[in-house]
């Protein structure tokens, strides 16, 4: 957080932090007839679905600023709602910012947070029209809504996935917890000390995957040139499992996957090797990673197998043969179960 020169939340007043925060935001979609700067916005649609995702990130529970810039936060913050979107197969277009602050904070840290917030809804062309500001006893909250829109016809939900479809994952998995790993045990070394040096060196893509995490809207443009509609898709956000079984869970089918096709990132093994956990339960488990997970029908094989950057990892089957792995020797089948996202321990999979 900001050092030396501060200026206190407290003497620019709420309307008067929200004119800094948002003076002079560009608008970029036409939809956006009216942003920040009255009781509410006003956006107006025609002939497409609209689609709406909220997310809310709690200081000590879902970030810690020990380790966490404040810019890179804001970044975040905002690629978690656009990867909803895009996990629907829409286009984000408008997201409203709420925050909560309590007096650690100043103006500059705001203006910080602002600065990542800003630079990914203009790196996917989205507006920022409203939102909120209050303060806090228990640290920062950040709430965002995100807006976006869909032909009714190109939505894809969880639902749709049917026996033969392939099962595809976008990048890799599980390079994000293990980036996270990295800053606990960093964090831990260093607990008290006022001089800090860790060496990240050989380890930057990890820290990037869990700091700076990019939504996914290259696979979905992908997608549609070549003509293909998934037939259910989710983003990764619990670990691979937990979305795996969402979709068959809602589909009323099964699934086999392979242990072998899991994408995993060299540095993730890496990681997971020097602190001796195992690497393809960090890849199903671990979360964060904000990839695309996509069924796709069998007639597309050829396609998707072609495309950059996209694995196909398994298939979908009937729902009495249950979810499960099949391991790396292809002799075993472990059920599949949702591991990921623990309430009682933020960040940390189920053992």
């Known amino acids: 957080m900001t050092e030396g020169n501060r200026t206190e939340i407290a003497t620019l007043g709420e309307f008067g932090l929200i004119h800094r925060l948002t003076d002079n935001l560009p608008i970029e979609n036409n939809e956006t007839k009216y942003g920040v700067g009255d009781d509410a916005a006003v956006l107006q649609f025609?002939?497409?679905q609209?689609?709406?995702t909220t997310d809310l990130l709690m200081e000590g529970v879902h970030f810690?600023?020990?380790?966490?810039?404040?810019?890179?936060?804001?970044?975040?913050?905002?690629?978690?709602?656009?990867?909803?979107i895009y996990a629907m197969n829409?286009?984000?277009?408008?997201?409203?910012?709420?925050?909560?602050?309590?007096?650690?904070?100043?103006?500059?840290?705001?203006?910080?947070l602002y600065d990542g917030l800003k630079l990914a809804c203009r790196n996917h062309h989205v507006d920022i029209v409203g939102g909120d500001t209050t303060s806090s006893v228990t640290g920062l909250a950040i709430s965002i809504t995100c807006i976006g829109t869909a032909r009714r016809e190109d939505v894809v939900y969880r639902n749709g996935a049917h026996d033969t479809d392939l099962v595809c994952v976008s990048g890799n998995l599980g390079a994000a917890y293990m980036g996270l790993q990295l800053l606990e045990r960093e964090k831990?070394?260093?607990?008290?000390?006022?001089?800090?040096?860790?060496?990240?060196?050989g380890k930057e893509y990890i820290l990037e995957r869990q700091l700076k995490p990019e939504a996914r809207r290259d696979i979905v443009e992908r997608l549609r040139q070549a003509g293909v509609r998934p037939?259910?898709?989710?983003?990764?956000?619990?670990?691979?499992?937990?979305?795996?079984?969402?979709?068959?869970?809602?589909?009323?089918?099964?699934?086999?996957?392979?242990?072998?096709?899991i994408p995993i990132d060299y540095q993730t093994a890496v990681m997971a090797e020097e602190l001796n956990m195992n690497v393809s339960t960090c890849?199903?488990?671990?979360?964060?990673?904000?990839?695309?997970?996509?069924?796709?029908?069998?007639?597309?094989?050829?396609?998707?197998?072609?495309?950059?950057?996209?694995?196909?990892?398994?298939?979908?089957?009937?729902?009495?043969l249950g979810c499960a792995l099949i391991t790396r020797d292809g002799m075993s089948e472990i059920e599949l179960k949702a591991q990921g996202w623990d309430f009682a321990k933020p960040h940390t999979p189920h053992s």
Request: proline share 3%; glycine share 6%; hydrophobic share 40%.
């Open 50 to 52: 609209v689609l709406v």
């Open 46 to 48: 025609a002939d497409e």
């Open 64 to 84: 810690d600023l020990v380790y966490t810039p404040l810019k890179h936060l804001g970044y975040k913050a905002a690629m978690v709602n656009l990867s909803d």
């Open 283 to 320: 890849a199903l488990n671990g979360g964060e990673d904000y990839e695309l997970l996509f069924t796709v029908a069998l007639a597309d094989y050829e396609k998707v197998a072609q495309m950059d950057d996209i694995r196909i990892i398994g298939y979908i089957t009937k729902p009495e």
């Open 231 to 261: 037939t259910a898709m989710m983003d990764v956000s619990d670990g691979l499992s937990s979305e795996l079984l969402h979709i068959c869970s809602q589909s009323h089918a099964g699934c086999r996957i392979y242990e072998e096709r």
């Open 90 to 112: 829409g286009t984000p277009r408008q997201v409203t910012v709420s925050v909560a602050v309590s007096k650690r904070f100043c103006v500059e840290d705001l203006e910080q």
């Open 188 to 201: 831990a070394v260093f607990a008290g000390q006022k001089e800090v040096d860790p060496d990240f060196a």
